[in-house]
């Protein structure tokens, strides 16, 4: 059995999942525990170092990721950066989406600009 660790803030979307089972052969997604998500969702921007904040999420890779498993991480640069390179430590492969983006500006009737971002997934890309 193949599984996705989900490591990321974002919806995972039915796009993605069909992608994913598809051509990475996955068989089960595996979200991360509440309190290990609520780590990687508010990572703390005034921190001189992030990765005393993450212990507990390499622990958890660690002590229940297999190498068969595979590992979607995105999120802060610089946490992705610690755990993908965790991960390629301990032997694991990290994905991440890539995505088209299409970008729109609105200016509404009393001036305000509206930002429109639309993300469209494309496909997993690993982490090299």
């Known amino acids: 059995m193949k599984r996705m660790i989900l490591i990321f803030s974002h919806t995972f979307t039915d796009v993605q ?4 089972i598809k051509n990475l052969h996955i068989d089960e997604f595996v979200y991360l525990p509440q309190k290990l998500q ?3 969702s508010h990572l703390d921007p005034k921190a001189e170092k992030l990765k005393p ?3 507990p999420l390499l622990n958890y890779i660690k002590e ?3 190498k068969s498993d595979l590992l979607l991480v ?3 640069f ?11 430590e301990l032997g694991l492969e990290a994905y991440y989406s890539t995505t088209s983006r299409v970008y729109q500006e609105k ?6 600009v509206i930002n429109i971002h639309e ?5 997993f890309r690993k982490y090299e």
């Open 78 to 88: 610089g946490a992705t950066f610690i755990v993908v390179n965790f991960a390629k």
């Open 74 to 76: 995105q999120g802060d």
């Open 107 to 112: 200016v509404s009737e009393n001036g305000t």
């Open 119 to 123: 993300f469209k997934h494309e496909r």
């Open 17 to 20: 999942k069909r992608d994913a």
């Open 53 to 55: 904040q993450l212990i």
């Open 64 to 66: 229940n990721v297999k």
């Open 38 to 40: 609520n780590i990687w």
